[in-house]
């Protein structure tokens, strides 16, 4: 179990690197003038040409290829931000948490309201109740993360008055900001849960559970659920992309100043170093979401886990 | 079978809402040749804010401050360090709690923190500040702080529009001279280098981090900073100008506490108008302007912006060489309907915004190709060039309100004959594409410290690294026109119009439509005080105090 | 004396789907004594397992339902208990092993937990008492107790049948039900199961329902036999009389259909046809359009059982009409 994980962390520093590969060489093709956007349309041509070259954005490919690559991981110095004038570092490790804690959170509860919804849907499978849940999960996906959001700002903010309608401070701030992130979510979730445990409800040894006299909740919990777990870990794990993708409105409609907002801005702003710290921090951040995924399959089912280790027993007949 | 009629029920009802929804959101594209007629209101196109009402309290009348305003951004700072101070939102909130030299007023120099000035020679000038200037963290201002303020912002890199600027050096403690490249005779030559480059400690620098936490010596101080949510002011007592009579009214702290929150969906600031949570926007679109009509809590502004949307011709284009075709362009264009099309913005009837001192009001009454729409004009003058209904492109940049612009400009030529395919680009893009062939038509959003600044990024062929002005114009007679109107002795009336009706003659350009401010706020501020017209100063309102 | 522990008198189960109705056991009665083995022979789908499931009411509701009839415990009607009082007598008193070994099991729990789990049910039991008791019934089913912490998936099919078997008589159930315990197995397995099953049985004093399709396992294993076709019994009677004296058509057909060790032949005799629609019965008795000997009187109305000799009865209106047994097997060989 210890070497597959190490052999996952080694995998994790490859893609790493891969990932700051891509994403340098595509800035440097993309087109666009980091110092036309600092400076404005207002500035001369001669005054934007003069901080181009005091960026470093005119030396070769591979020279700014070697500087980046040395800077990033081997004095782990993720440059100055053109835009906001200090190290991306600082901007990033002030802006992390407001992230992370949405993100988290909103897997946490895509995971939880996803699996009650599912399971309801899912064990009262033709009946209306089924049809009910699932019509609610249709219109929680199709409905747009930033029109939901907007709405709910309109009720709580506006007409009622409970909740403020953006920025950050205390924990009141963030509630419309994980709920808006969690929906779709929850949406896929339940309908994943809910046809994973369609698939279990007809097992036999479902049957066996009923026939040593198990009730039904337990039924539920203890064979049911477990068995149909791991499709469900999957969508949650790549449900994850979905929230950091979604950050970016999230963020944009809630004024809150996390990561999404500033690769967003720096994007624009064509500014490299902090765009390729972003994007490098999304990846690992991914990267061990998907870690944690994958160990949990081995949590869930012993059959993986026993794919895991090496020691493996013999059957014996 | 049942379940299949249901379903294509409900199929049908789901593209039916989808219609109409599409159908109200937009406005007419401007698809017909005549203005929409009554179909909506055409847009607000000025408003006077309500008088102060002389009966109450206000903090003109005593040395009171009102407690605390929070002020709607609608972009980012981004950063509170010194230089480029115009980019995203920094014009709207340095100006509190950094100071320059002296103050940009209609052109001319207000000294703040110089104390006077002396023109030793041609090339020469000599400033002295004021010997008590004590910034936020109590050092003191000297002239090697203001040497180094120079010498930092010119290591940025972000010194721009500082071509006249050669050198500075201190003579005394108190006293620096500036050197010139070339006599100063242009209006406006040293807007930024003595009215927005800021001067603080070189102590305060060294130790501390302005990104984040700047010392100037303003009014103002920083007290709070999160980059992307909001900044707060806390108005500082011990302001180092004692004498009361050198404080002009754009560094005044007539509130406490300003606090700016960023938020960049204007639909959010309409909401956090209406729940309290801020008390100005000037980001107010069109349409809600009615919901706070009438509103005892809310008091309305309307005034023009200095953003002007220009249309200019590719000068070696296919077509757009040819004279007539660029009148037929712009004869085509009804700048009125544009303005209804597009919401938030208003009609352009002269080269130019309204919003500037130097524009001239004359230019109106002349009928030109801008305040006048005749689509048969147009069609006669297309008869006399060799165009022959192949496409032309028009290009902009890809945001939102210079999109619609392009797209109805389009219905427009489409409607006199001329075939055009719109290419929309990234801001920051748009350089590679306008310094190279392929384009005819594009669309600018300008603005600037005066009008004749506003043209300088069309008309000045100094600006551009291949010796031609925008659109590869090469004209003498222009480049001569422009420079003369700008050099202080002949800056004026006169030499403006001249250059305007040149322009118009040779036709190197139109304007389609001006910005506009949509500002809405709390009544309880009673009179709004706007930097160089567009930017408020929290500090230098006046509030009512009952 | 009435050893009379099971029994079962009219009952009848169908399964809805969409606008059908699957007749799945149409009026079947039957009882059994206690300590007795009740054979149900039959086709696949013939409806032996829905009669299984019926008795301890773990029938998939949705589309399963119990629309008539009787079922007495030692007197006492199950199909009038609340499910409350069915979740005591499920693991407790009637116990269920099935078909397939290699889904019987919870493939992300221990065995040894499994085992606990019915046990901890229905005594109160502490966790390592349970333990003790599960391992002991492991050994019983000749399984190291070692293998307690092991999951199904380290266990071949055989060894997974035996966990279910230590699994169901855990409790000491009265009453095993059987459905098709062996079929999933190899012939070599099967025996040391069938084995298994007997002597635990014999140890416990439980009564049991093999469901079976295979008349040598049912030889081999069973005290009496009830053949059932299309959700009906056909023939019933002690292992002796129907496998000595088989007197319904069908019953005579699938013994022709056994190959024979003594005899030469070329080619197996099946029986004619297939099953019927069950959404569909035919009126009459159920097996005419099969049946050789089938006549107009066959077509309509509820055959009722006839009886035979003491103990053996026969759904068929021609029941004892054959002067012998090679009569019949002429007229069921097609000679006739």
Known sequence: ????????CLALIIIVFATAFIIFTILYFTPGDPARALLGASASDAEVAAMNEALGVNRPYLVQLGDFFYDTFIRFDFGESWVYGRPVYEELAARLPRTVLIGLSAMVLNLFFGLLLGIFAGTHGSKWQDSLTMAIAMVFISCPDFWVALMMIVLFSLKLGWLPPYGIGGPEYYIMPIICASLGGIAVNARQTRSSILEVYREDYITTARSKGQRESVVVRRHMLPNALMPIITTIGTGFSRIVAGSAVIETVFSIPGVGTYMLSAINGRDYPAVRASVLFFAVFTCIVMLVVDLMYAFVDPRIKAQYSRVRRAKVQ | MKKRFVSLLLALCLILTLAACGGSKGKPTGDSSEPPANESPSPVQEVTPPPVDTARRTTADTDERYPKVVIGLNSDPQNLSPFDPNAASKPYIFFEFYECLFDLENNEYIPVMAESFEHIDDLHTQVKIYDYIYDHAGNHITADDVVFSYQTLLDSGFAIKYSAFADIKKVDDYTVEFTWNYPLDSVGVLEFPWCRTFIFSQKAYEEGNFATNPVGTGPYKVTHFTSGSKVVLEAVDNYWQKDESKISDRHKAKVQTIEYTINTEAAQHVIALKSGAIDFSQVVPDENLKDFEGNEDFSIYVTPASRTFFMTPNVEGAFTSDINFRKAVFYAIDNEALATATGGTVAAKALGSGFFSD??????????????????LAKELLKQTSYNGETIMILTSNAELHKNIATVVQNFLTNVGINSDLTLVEPAQLGNYTTQEGWDLFIHDLGGGSQLGAWNRVFNRDEFANGKAFGFIY??????????????????????????NYV???????????GKLNMVYNSDIANIFLREGAYLLPGSCDYYLD | MDNTFLSVKDLEVIYTSGKKIVRAVNGVSFSLQRGETLALVGETGAGKTSIAKAIMRILPNPPGKIVGGVVELEGENLLEKSEAEMLEIRGERIAMIFQDPMTALNPLMTVGDQIVEGLRLHNDLTFAEAKKRAEEMLEQVGIPAVRFVEYPFEFSGGMRQRVVIAMALACNPDLLLADEPTTALDVTIQAQVLNLIKSLRQKYGTSMILISHDLGVVAQTCDSVAIVYAGQIMEYGTKRHVFKNPCHPYTRGLFNSLPSMNSDSDRLKPIEGTLPDPTNLPDGCPFHPRCPRATQEC??????????????????????????????????????
Do not use: F
């Not at chain 3, 077509?299 to 026969?314: A, D, F, M, Q, S």
């Open chain 1, 1 to 8: 179990m210890a070497e597959y994980i190490l052999k996952r």
């Open chain 3, 299 to 336: 077509k309509i109305g509820v055959i009722e059982p006839v009886k035979v000799e003491p103990g053996h009865i026969c759904r068929c209106i021609h029941a004892g009409a054959e002067k012998s047994v090679e009569d019949s097997k002429r007229i069921h060989s097609g000679e006739v």
């Open chain 2, 475 to 500: 004209d003498d007679t222009l480049q001569n026109l422009y420079k003369d109107a700008l050099k202080v002795a002949n800056y004026g009336p006169e030499s403006i119009t001249e250059l305007h």
């Open chain 2, 359 to 376: 524009y001239q009001k004359s230019w109106e009454d002349e009928k030109t190709y801008i305040n006048t729409y005749d689509p048969e």
């Open chain 2, 504 to 514: 118009l003659e040779n036709a190197y350009a139109t304007t389609l439509v001006c």
